[in-house]
């Protein structure tokens, strides 16, 4: 090489888990997707039973650091979701470990289920509390932060408050989150199964809060929402348990309020470590105090193999849906495939 002359800047390409990285100086970019293929067996309380395939997420995800590494960004695309592919473009700039500053779109710090990936979870879907509580992704900004050892992380945001890719706010507020962690013997990741805990057990412990106004948001009677909660997860050798609570308080435009709470505990149990696991759940909620027996209830359990850990694994579970008020008692057998690559 002549005296002088700059020297290119190496590039580096990598491949671990289904992820394939493109690392420069200046910049790196991860590309992984998942695909997960389900079959359903539903057999109601009433009427015939069906069987279906489908592709329940199909996801690419891009994600890498930009001119530094405290300056991450991400976008994914589900692929499956025909009315609306993009879930996630954000970027995040972090000042240090303990403050962080993210804006764009990402799932709001609500929920510990909904928080943690659909590829991480030991049933073949989310609970039905989950589902009724934590909603998911919404476009605002949030700071958050996490200790040096990881005890705790505190996350707070604003945010539009009508969910993932609107194009404006819905009205003139906004929504509020914020989520408190207590981690005090290391770090508890988002994955439902235990895979990281030797020996010690592992604890995360966590509040959260959220207000939604959505008053004059429609032409209907559009309701002013606040959601207290907290959840609980622990892991040791194998054995993982969560659960969390929510209660949530209702004030319509107009008539009365009303509230509603939910819960949903799970545990797992690896029968054969890191490969096999069976895992149970129980998960009610009430719409409204101001009725009567109107509770639904989600109770199943489900057999996992796990061939290389979420990456790629074969899910399967049992689980009876039942509504007080229809008087119905539902029940469905799913079985899954995911693989990442």
Known sequence: MAQGMAQESPVVVGWKDGKTTIETERASLTLSNRIQFRFTHEDPDSGNGKDSFRIRRAKTKL??????????????????????????ANINYAFSRALQIKGGQFKVPFGRQELTSSGSQQFVDRSIVSSEFAKGRDAGVQIWGLSRDNRFEWRAGAFNGNGRNASSNDNGALQYDARVTFQPWGDVKYSESDFESSGRPLLAVAVQYEHNDRHGATAGNDVSRAIAGGDVAFKYRGISAFGEFFHRDNHPESGPDSASDGWNV????????????????????DPSDRAAHDRRTESGIAL?????????????DLRRIEHQAAGTSDLEARMQLQFIF
């Open 266 to 285: 799970q545990a797992g149990i690896f029968v054969v470590p890191r490969t096999i696991e069976v895992a149970a759940r129980y998960a009610t909620w």
């Open 304 to 316: 996992n193999w796990f061939i290389n850990k979420h990456n790629l694994k074969l899910q399967s």
């Open 63 to 88: 994600d890498g650091w930009l001119y530094k590494k405290n300056l991450t960004w991400e976008l994914q695309l589900n692929w499956a979701d025909t009315s609306s592919s993009l879930e996630d």
